[in-house]
């Protein structure tokens, strides 16, 4: 089996319910959110003027397309506020050899972020939260 691509992929696995969001959201164009990734969930003074990373690596994601999304094929994997989510991510680092940026799968706790846009009854867009990011080995 071959590396996931580099892509914003979703599911409640990486077998046979791991997606692209233009898979899941029924779209033939790529949805790419806005990502920030942190290395670390947490940041402490070293007392030296510099700082140390702990905790886990965490992340966030907004979309604010102006197009109908169906949110709930989202929504369906995290039906309530918060679930354990695998995520196919950017992260921080770029390849020594490419230069490209380096994407990894994590398996998250994804939190919905409240006050999403609503117009005529429909969302647009989207807001989550990933902590706790644990990363998956991937087939070379």
């Given at each position: 089996?071959?590396?996931?691509?580099?892509?914003?992929?979703?599911?409640?696995?990486?077998?046979?319910?791991?997606?692209?969001l233009n898979?899941?959201?029924?779209?033939?164009?790529?949805?790419?959110?806005?990502?920030?990734?942190l290395?670390?969930?947490?940041?402490?003074?070293?007392?030296?003027?510099?700082?140390?990373?702990?905790?886990?690596?965490?992340?966030?994601?907004?979309?604010?397309?102006?197009?109908?999304?169906?949110?709930?094929?989202?929504?369906?994997?995290?039906?309530?506020?918060?679930?354990?989510?695998?995520?196919r991510?950017?992260?921080?680092?770029?390849?020594?050899?490419?230069?490209?940026?380096i994407?990894?799968?994590?398996?998250?706790?994804?939190?919905?972020?409240?006050?999403?846009?609503?117009?005529?009854?429909?969302?647009?867009?989207?807001?989550?939260?990933?902590?706790?990011?644990?990363?998956?080995?991937?087939?070379?």
């Amino acid at each position: 089996m071959a590396p996931w691509p580099s892509t914003f992929m979703v599911g409640t696995n990486t077998t046979s319910d791991f997606k692209t969001l233009n898979e899941l959201f029924g779209v033939s164009y790529a949805i790419n959110p806005d990502c920030v990734f942190l290395d670390f969930s947490e940041y402490r003074d070293k007392l030296d003027g510099g700082e140390i990373g702990v905790g886990f690596p965490a992340a966030s994601l907004k979309y604010s397309g102006n197009e109908d999304l169906n949110i709930e094929a989202l929504r369906g994997k995290i039906p309530n506020q918060s679930a354990a989510i695998y995520w196919r991510l950017p992260t921080n680092r770029a390849s020594t050899m490419t230069g490209e940026i380096i994407w990894r799968t994590f398996l998250t706790q994804t939190l919905w972020v409240h006050g999403e846009d609503k117009q005529a009854g429909h969302t647009l867009g989207f807001e989550l939260r990933l902590r706790r990011l644990i990363v998956q080995v991937e087939a070379t």
